[in-house]
């Protein structure tokens, strides 16, 4: 089984503009990210999928493998698709290019779901983490996801889901990573298929594959991921960098 991972990276952010060129102690956030992955040893070849003349620069001129992009696209699974359409791959991972503290024991779990799935029944994996306080369950930027008894999602959305009518039950809330492993199949489908109609309405792209029948497998962690969304998470970042020297 031949295991890809691809970082998609634009240099544009609405909320922090050209983070993943920001420098995080000596090295781009954007670099750092990638030599994690990297180092994890989990996959066959690692690329950054870029919009950004900058950012392939970053990573080519550091011995590291990137490809520009070469329409616009509004999602990360479809700059994933057109990168990874000519190249031979099983199973792709997508690595959030702002994560420069990657989770190999999270990367390891998804692929271990396809190992285990021998009929090929599974069309993607992701990652769901416990929401605990109200405000986190309220927030619409955090997408909730609800899944069947096997750890299947059924759907996600930016509303609290489950709705607890009965009030003295205990609910349990969780939060959606977008980290996601794919079958190279159900991400070129996704990629060839126009947006679908709840997809729309949540503005989230995994309910596409809800919508056109793939089969999305949970995978649990408590484990924090530590992304840079503002300035003030690249200072978190660096302090973490500073503990560890």
Known sequence: MKI??????????????????KDLEGK???RRTYEATLKTKLFDQVFVVTDSKVIYKEI??????????KKEHECGSDRIAEA??????????????????T??????????????????????????????????IENPNNVKVI??????ALYFSRSPIPFPREKGLKVDYYKHIGIYAFRKKALMEFYHQN???????????????????????????????????TPEDLEKAKQMLNKKK
């Open 103 to 136: 989770n190999k024991e999270v990367l390891q779990e998804l692929i271990q779901v396809f190992e285990a799935d021998f009929q090929k029944e599974i069309d993607l994996a992701s990652v769901k983490t416990p929401l605990t306080t109200k405000e986190e």
């Open 60 to 69: 080519t001129a550091h011995g590291g493998k990137a490809i520009i992009s």
């Open 28 to 30: 781009s956030v954007i």
């Open 84 to 101: 990874i359409e000519s190249i031979d791959a099983d199973i792709v991972i997508n690595v959030q290019g702002d994560e420069p503290f």
């Open 195 to 229: 947006q679908t109609p709840l997809e729309a309405t949540e503005k989230i792209e995994c309910i596409r594959y809800l919508e056109h029948g793939k089969k999305i497998k949970m995978i649990t962690t408590t484990t924090p991921n530590v992304g840079i969304d």
């Open 4 to 21: 890809i991972a691809m970082i998609p990276a634009r240099y544009e952010a609405s909320r922090f503009p050209g983070k993943l060129m």
């Open 147 to 152: 899944t069947d008894l096997n750890n299947t």
